[in-house]
């Protein structure tokens, strides 16, 4: 099997364009809106999108024969990406919750008494972050169980 299928190209493009949609249908900080959560369908989407993406992408990986150097390779450079990105969104969503005056129990906030997921803070939930999280996580979990499971050929 090839690593890149033509399966895995377009659910990878999906993903792309959830991401798209929830940065565009989630509400910047500075303005009022009243209108609910639109974001919301986009967001569980992208989950579903997310999840067909890390299943083709697991997949593939298991059809692959990856010698154990490179499986150490992989193992630590998705523990390095995964660790850079969670990183990162921490940031994000820090910035994030300062932009809109605190968490939802603070009165000053934009988004007090609304729940975490709301119409300002779709996007803590599904960006390039948590896609690059998703993506790291499924390369090391895979990577890691490839190195210490024996074949079966194996003495």
């Not at 209108?35 to 299943?55: D, E, H, K, T, V």
């Not at 975490?116 to 390369?139: G, R």
């Amino acid at each position: 099997m090839k690593l890149f299928s033509k399966q895995l190209i377009i659910s990878f493009l999906v993903c792309l364009l959830m991401l798209y949609l929830t940065e565009l249908f989630t509400i910047e900080p500075h303005v009022t809106s009243g209108n609910g959560n639109p974001g919301l369908l986009i967001i569980m989407l992208a989950a579903i999108s997310f999840l067909f993406f890390g299943r083709g992408l697991w997949k593939i990986l298991t059809n692959m024969s990856i010698p154990k150097r490179g499986l150490l390779f992989m193992s630590i450079g998705s523990l390095c990406i995964l660790s850079m990105s969670a990183f990162l969104e921490i940031i994000y969503v820090l910035d994030l919750i300062k932009q809109l005056g605190g968490p939802p129990s603070n009165i000053n906030s934009r988004i007090y008494r609304f729940s975490w997921i709301n119409q300002y803070t779709n996007t803590v939930y599904v960006n390039a972050y948590t896609l690059l999280i998703f993506i790291s996580s499924i390369l090391l979990i895979y990577s890691i169980q490839k190195l210490f499971t024996k074949t079966r050929g194996a003495s």
